[in-house]
């Protein structure tokens, strides 16, 4: 990922526990970005379709890692994630 990618996926990971949504359409209305609106939810939108933020490229090893740092378990490991919202919470759940 290039800097300014990291720096769009650092910004929007903060919006996102800051404020508590993961709806592109508000996440635009934070994201500080000297465009119009419809403009960042755009951007926002694109972002999320690199590539690089691919399941297998991106959110796996990361899981991995943290599995690594977490656990010591030398045999296989099942990993359930599940997000839900609830009233005005987003709850990610990893089993």
Known sequence: ?????????QI???LISVHKTV???KLSNYFPLPIKIE????????FLTLK??????FWF???KKIR????????ELVLILDRT???NTNILMIS
């Open 85 to 87: 919202q609830w009233q």
């Open 39 to 46: 403009s960042k939810g755009q951007q926002i939108q694109r």
């Open 1 to 9: 990922m290039s800097p300014s990618q990291v720096i769009t996926l």
């Open 23 to 25: 709806q592109i359409s």
């Open 52 to 57: 690089e933020l691919s399941l297998p490229l």
């Open 12 to 14: 929007l990971l903060y």
């Open 61 to 63: 090893p990361l899981v």
């Open 68 to 75: 690594e740092n977490l656990f010591s378990i030398s045999s």
